[in-house]
């Protein structure tokens, strides 16, 4: 099981890259709509955006899984994606009844509109399947080595045109195979329609216990991506911006828990701290609470509580299920592009569906959640915060802050394999997890620290997570590196062959004096992120622990 979830977690953090854009493209389409703005260069611009999901995919899901997050998997991703969708345009067959009785330049045209709007409900999914082939391609094939006459189409440009081919796999899988698919997921679609209040009592539930492994953006993906048919939309998200009165259930019922259970659920851990200590965690409460109530950025509230007291973690996965089924029950349709705040419920109220329940409903969860977490808090004595035990002492000495000091937290740069975020996580690849210093990173402002397996560490800051990776790259990067370790130097025919060793770009750049003396079979055993010999007597050594 941890082998699988260790599997599983680079493509949750690789659905978070394209999902990043819909903020912008639901701003757009809505300020431009008519009744806002009524400027319709401005929501054609946003429904552009929601028309090429499939295209983002496939470039965000590639640079996510790629290592270093590198540009040249996104193109990949955009060959791939582009290849399999239009081949398998040349593969579909038309049904007669769509050309029947016309011309034959018009039979054309509508033929070619027909296929266009069939595999428009296939784009996602065949989004991030060509993602995460040009994800694997390019972690795979980035430093492969041609013969010397083929050189320019090694390395990284070799992943584009293997992708390319991979795309015509693609095509044949959705051109031949479009109608059993398009029934798979009508089929899937259906069955989470018949399911009622179950079916979305279960998905509200499994949203909120997955988030402990971050694989909850891979279930939110198949509700609001790929569920339902409206027109060319498909999934719950898109077919709410597209228009359709029907979508919307597998949102609304986040806007209670996020604008008003979560929020009061601040309040009861507050009134529940000991009185000594309520100034202390008083502001990062309000903090929380403003957070979730504004933008619908959970995280950081629920990793306060969800390993000081799982208990209230598990009523909350259940109330947040409840939610949904309670607003689909009262017929409120709501959405957001971003997340159930605040924001995005004033953005698009003009698109809801009975809006205005949710301030009723809205304060009986405020009511439910104070208090419930308020009773099991002061009934079972649950360390929530500021009612924990008091913190061990701090270390002595003045405390790195920034990049800077998560860096140092986390074990040091040598420390720090890979460094990527999420909305409101750090999500890392650590040489060795038992390294950090957790007190620390507490001290710093980290909310929390989740041990998915393995050398993956996930650190719980809020909204500014991706931020702060960039700059712990940064950091890293800076950091002076250590040469390279005795095995390499053997393997490079020992430190009397070394004639001058550099570092760019976390790599060794090492020339040697005679290349025959190196030992090929050696190096790739020392070298174990690879190496290159871009030229005679010049050798490029991936350095390890860089992120």
């Known amino acids: 099981m941890r082998l699988s979830l260790d599997r599983l977690q680079p493509l949750g953090r690789a659905l978070m890259l394209p999902i990043a854009v819909l903020p912008v493209a639901a701003l757009l389409l809505r300020l431009g709509q008519p009744d806002i703005f009524g400027i319709p260069f401005v929501a054609d611009a946003g429904g552009a955006i929601f028309a090429s999901l499939g295209l983002l995919f496939a470039i965000g899901v590639a640079v996510g899984l790629a290592r270093e997050n590198h540009g040249a998997a996104g193109l990949a991703g955009a060959v791939a994606f582009v290849v399999t969708v239009e081949g398998a345009k040349s593969l579909l067959v038309v049904p007669p009844e769509v050309t029947a009785g016309v011309a034959q330049p018009i039979a054309d045209t509508l033929a070619a509109a027909w296929k266009t709007k069939e595999l428009a409900k296939l784009s996602v999914p065949a989004g991030i399947l060509s993602g995460l082939v040009a994800g694997w391609l390019y972690n795979r094939y980035h430093m492969v080595k041609p013969p010397e006459y083929l050189a320019f189409f090694g390395g990284r440009r070799f992943v584009p045109i293997v992708a ?17 698919l398009e029934a798979a997921i009508d089929t899937l679609s259906r069955w989470v329609v018949s399911a009622g209040g179950f079916g979305l009592f279960l998905y509200g539930l499994l949203n909120r216990l997955l988030i402990v492994t971050g694989l909850h953006h891979i279930l939110n993906n198949i509700a609001w991506f790929i569920l339902g048919d409206y027109g060319a939309a498909t999934g719950d998200l898109n077919r709410f911006f597209a228009g359709d009165p029907s979508a919307g259930a597998f949102m609304a019922g986040f806007f209670p828990v996020m604008m008003f259970g979560l929020p009061a659920a601040c309040l009861a851990m507050y009134r529940s701290a000991a009185p000594e200590r309520r100034k202390g965690v008083g502001g990062m409460f309000l903090s929380l609470a403003l957070t979730s109530f504004l933008t619908g950025v959970t995280e950081p509230i ?8 799982p208990v209230l973690y598990l009523l909350h996965a259940v109330l947040t299920g409840v939610s949904m089924v309670v607003m689909d029950a009262l017929g409120v349709k709501l959405g957001f592009g971003f997340s159930a705040g605040l924001l995005d419920y004033g953005l698009n109220f003009g698109l809801s569906t009975r809006p205005l329940m949710l301030l009723p409903i809205g304060a009986a969860y405020f009511a439910i959640y104070y208090a419930t977490f308020r009773f099991f808090i002061v009934r079972f004595d649950l360390k929530t915060p500021g009612r924990d035990a008091e913190a061990a002492p701090e270390r002595a000495g003045p405390v790195t802050s920034g990049a800077a000091g998560y860096v140092e937290a986390l074990g040091g740069a040598a420390n720090l394999r890979t460094i990527d975020a999420c909305t409101t996580r750090l999500r890392l690849t650590l040489e060795d997890v038992g390294l950090i210093d957790e007190p620390l990173l507490k001290r710093l402002g980290a909310r ?13 800051i809020g909204p500014l997570a991706d931020t702060l990776a960039g700059e712990m790259r940064d950091a890293v990067r800076a950091a002076p590196a250590p040469g390279p370790d005795a095995s390499m130097i053997a393997a490079l025919g020992g430190q009397a062959n070394i004639a001058a060793c550099g570092v760019a770009a976390g790599r060794w750049r090492i020339e040697v004096a005679d290349a025959a003396a190196v030992d090929a079979r050696s190096l790739d055993a020392a070298a174990s992120r690879g190496w290159a010999n871009p030229s005679p007597g010049i050798f490029h050594i991936l350095r390890p622990g860089r992120a």
């Not at 390319?164 to 031949?176: H, M, N, P, Q, T």
């Not at 629920?302 to 007291?309: I, K, N, R, V, W």
């Not at 929390?448 to 719980?460: I, K, S």
Request: charged letters at 5%; aromatic letters at 14%; one cysteine or more.
């Open 164 to 180: 390319g081919c991979a795309g015509l796999v693609g095509a044949v899988l959705f051109g031949l195979g479009f109608p059993a």
């Open 302 to 309: 629920e990793y306060t509580f969800m390993f000081l007291a």
């Open 448 to 460: 929390g620290v989740v041990r998915p397996g393995g050398n993956a560490l996930q650190v719980v």
